[in-house]
């Protein structure tokens, strides 16, 4: 699966913005996706996934009421509205996409195998949030 990302950039404290991924190729029934990102020096930690099947949404506690993930309907595109950003924020932003449902809500709320590979992963985007 090929995952394409926009929607990084640079903004104050307390602002906005908007992520996009859209999926293509493979053969899965279902492609489930989610974001992570890595800090400067940090470790990758999860944002948020969305189930393709049945709409479920899973966010990691640091995002909860300040990141909104949502999914076109019919379509293999993602999106993360990220609101009232902070610097804490900051780091690169990755799509994943993969066919299984467990491994990504796991390694999203931090109980996963930090060892698995998904189907997809993305090239990244930067966001860049200023005090």
């Known amino acids: 699966v090929q995952l394409a990302e926009s929607g990084g950039g640079l903004v104050q404290a307390g602002g906005s913005l908007r992520l996009s991924c859209a999926a293509s190729?493979?053969?899965?029934?279902?492609?489930?996706m989610g974001w992570f990102r890595q800090a400067p020096g940090g470790v990758r930690e999860g944002v948020a996934c969305?189930?393709?099947?049945?709409?479920?949404?899973a966010y990691a506690e640091s995002v909860q009421g300040r990141f909104t993930i949502s999914k076109d309907k019919g379509e293999k595109r993602v999106w993360l509205q990220m609101d009232n950003l902070q610097p804490e924020d900051t780091g690169v932003y990755y799509c994943?996409?993969?066919?299984?449902?467990?491994?990504?809500?796991?390694?999203?709320?931090?109980?996963?195998?930090?060892?698995?590979?998904?189907?997809?992963w993305g090239q990244g985007t930067q966001v860049n949030v200023s005090s």
């Open positions: 994943a996409a993969d066919g299984a449902w467990g491994p990504l809500v796991d390694l999203v709320l931090g109980v996963g195998n930090t060892k698995y590979v998904f189907d997809g």
């Open positions: 969305i189930n393709d099947e049945d709409g479920r949404i």
């Open positions: 190729g493979g053969d899965l029934i279902y492609v489930h």
